[in-house]
T-cell receptor, first 113, second 114 residues
Framework: EAEVAQSPRYKITEKSQAVAFWCDPISGHATLYWYRQILGQGPELLVQFQDESVVDDSQLPKDRFSAERLKGVDSTLKIQPAELGDSAMYLC???????????FGPGTRLTVL | AQSVTQLGSHVSVSEGALVLLRCNYSSSVPPYLFWYVQYPNQGLQLLLKYTSAATLVKGINGFEAEFKKSETSFHLTKPSAHMSDAAEYFCAVSSGGGADGLTFGKGTHLIIQP
């Protein structure tokens, strides 16, 4: 069964450093999402792509976060500089398109020291 | 704007007992509703979804949920709990059928007592 791949699974960094997370969606899925899940909370949408275009990044802290999906396939989420409050699980999800289920990857757990 | 409220951050039931996890939603348009399960250090797995067809939705692992518009609720149930059901459960709402980003509740931690 096809799955959403994410790497790394765990990342420890110091504040003010740059970090990057990678996501490879299920083959053929046009829509890709990045969510942030703070410990003890539900996931919150950061950014949504349709193919290579950003559909919604209203909740993305653009002063330090950036996301790209250059060829409409895999995606990278970057934080620069990282802050203590960025410690969370970063989840990637993909869906085939309209009115379809979102499939989640295993996530990247970020710890900022 | 849309939102989800999950009543009870922790629910404890005995093995073999009924599981009931509560979810109430707020949406300005007819909602699409989802239940996801998350095991420790893993991503989310879809249990079931409501997309305006039948109000009683059956999902995987014996779970089901009933959409009640008058009560703005979408509670999750399972007749008989199993130890393997211990996990975090999230209710989510979308106005775009899942194509839009999901708005999640804060989650309910289900504990199964032997």
């Amino acid at each position: 069964e096809a799955e959403v791949a994410q790497s790394p699974r765990y990342k420890i960094t110091e504040k003010s450093q740059a970090v990057a997370f990678w996501c490879d969606p299920i083959s053929g899925h046009a829509t890709l999402y990045w969510y942030r899940q703070i410990l003890g909370q539900g996931p919150e949408l950061l950014v949504q792509f349709q193919d290579e275009s950003v559909v919604d990044d209203s909740q993305l802290p653009k002063d330090r976060f950036s996301a790209e999906r250059l060829k409409g396939v895999d995606s990278t989420l970057k934080i620069q500089p990282a802050e203590l409050g960025d410690s969370a699980m970063y989840l990637c999800a993909s869906s085939p398109g309209q009115e379809d289920t979102q499939y989640f990857g295993p996530g990247t757990r970020l710890t900022v020291l | 704007a849309q939102s989800v409220t999950q009543l009870g951050s922790h629910v404890s039931v005995s093995e073999g007992a009924l599981v009931l996890l509560r979810c109430n939603y707020s949406s300005s348009v007819p909602p699409y509703l989802f239940w996801y399960v998350q095991y420790p250090n893993q991503g989310l797995q879809l249990l079931l979804k409501y997309t305006s067809a039948a109000t009683l939705v059956k999902g995987i692992n014996g779970f089901e949920a009933e959409f009640k518009k008058s009560e703005t609720s979408f509670h999750l149930t399972k007749p008989s709990a199993h130890m393997s059901d211990a996990a975090e459960y999230f209710c989510a709402v979308s106005s775009g059928g899942g194509a839009d980003g999901l708005t999640f509740g804060k989650g309910t931690h289900l504990i199964i007592q032997p």
